[in-house]
């Protein structure tokens, strides 16, 4: 391979390697996202149509070279300008306008009986509720399979984009104002999110994972997070327990059935069950929480969790063993 040929690999791979872990918009795994994947191919199709006809004009108008000199051929050449310059473009954007306006008036239609869940974009986390219960949770939706869900999207702080393009389309976030995210999730699976509108220092680590499961495995869910949170039961967790609860923890965070009951930072009551740590920015292990709490801001520069440096350290090993033991 030719240095210049490697370069390139190399460097289109470093490009693309952050996209990897996100799923794509063109495999779709919900109702909203298949509609926005057929636009998506007609848009791709016509491209690709317009691409090998104007090459091969270009590749055949080089190889022909220039006549000169006869008038009808000027003519032709007039009508082919017209033709090809405007009209066929014309048919082309009018196409395209038909099957996006169409395919968009489709998207978002409101369902009786969806399941409600309301999603807070923070900075640089996602707040998740569900409405009529008593559960919260955050950077996770836990949603059933098969049944209309109804995301209400909104702000307390800047614009974000709330997009799991395996599901459905971006819809914004936006202070102040109540957008509906409205989709069916056609089977079970875990589906990553971004954010999708940069919105300040850690726009790039704010995940959202959407767990879609069986409508059974769903209400199992839903009845253990509805029942009352399970007290520390180690010496350990118990030390946790207290550490939280004596520091500035409980001030920020809530944790449910305890004194704690902040609102600056996540809610933690099922803290245990989460994948990751940050909102994706670290992957949700006792080692990786030590360093959280530890020094947050160390990890995720711009985030309001302070840093904990005074904190002796079996302080933080008991901290992390109470809140990984949430589930
Ligand atoms: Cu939130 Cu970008």
Redesign the pocket.
């Known amino acids: 391979m030719h240095a210049r040929t490697l370069a390139l690999v190399v460097a289109l791979a470093v490009l693309t390697a952050g996209c990897g872990r996100a799923g794509s918009i063109v495999s779709p795994k919900g109702s909203e996202a298949s509609k926005i994947a057929t636009t998506w191919w007609i848009i791709f199709g016509l491209a690709c149509a317009v691409y090998l006809v104007v090459g091969s004009l270009i590749i055949y108008a080089a190889l022909r070279g220039r006549r000169r000199g006869r008038s009808s051929s000027r003519l032709r050449e007039n009508t082919f300008i017209w033709v090809g310059g405007l009209l066929i473009p014309l048919v082309i954007l009018l196409v395209v306008a038909g099957v996006t306006v169409n395919s968009t008036s489709a998207l978002r239609a409101p369902a009786a009986g969806a399941l409600r869940i309301d999603v807070t ?1 923070k900075l ?1 986390w996602w707040d998740v509720r569900y409405a009529g219960t008593n559960v919260v949770t955050a950077n996770v939706i836990h949603i059933p399979a098969g049944q209309d869900i109804d995301l209400r999207l909104t702000s307390d702080n800047v614009i ?2 709330f997009w799991v393009p395996e599901l459905a389309g971006k819809e914004d976030t936006i202070p102040g104002q109540t957008n509906h995210l409205r989709f069916t999730a056609n089977e079970p699976g875990t589906y990553l999110g971004r ?1 999708a ?3 300040g220092l850690q ?1 790039a680590h ?1 995940d959202i994972i959407v767990v879609v499961e069986t409508p059974g495995d769903f209400g199992r869910w839903m009845a253990r997070r509805q029942s009352t949170s399970s007290a520390p039961e180690s010496e350990e967790t118990t030390r946790g327990a207290v550490v939280f609860q004596r520091e500035a923890c409980a001030g920020c965070h809530t944790i449910r059935d305890t004194a704690a009951n902040g609102k600056v930072g996540p809610d933690l009551t099922d803290f245990g069950s989460r994948p990751t740590i940050g909102a994706g920015v670290l992957d949700n292990t006792p080692e990786n929480l030590e360093r959280w709490i530890y020094d947050a801001p160390d990890v995720k520069p711009g985030t309001v969790m302070p840093q904990f440096h005074s904190l002796p350290a079996k302080d933080i090993a008991a901290l992390a063993a109470y809140l990984e033991s949430l589930k």
Do not use: D, L, R, T
């Open positions: 974009g640089w974000h984009s954010c509108e940069f919105c726009h704010m």
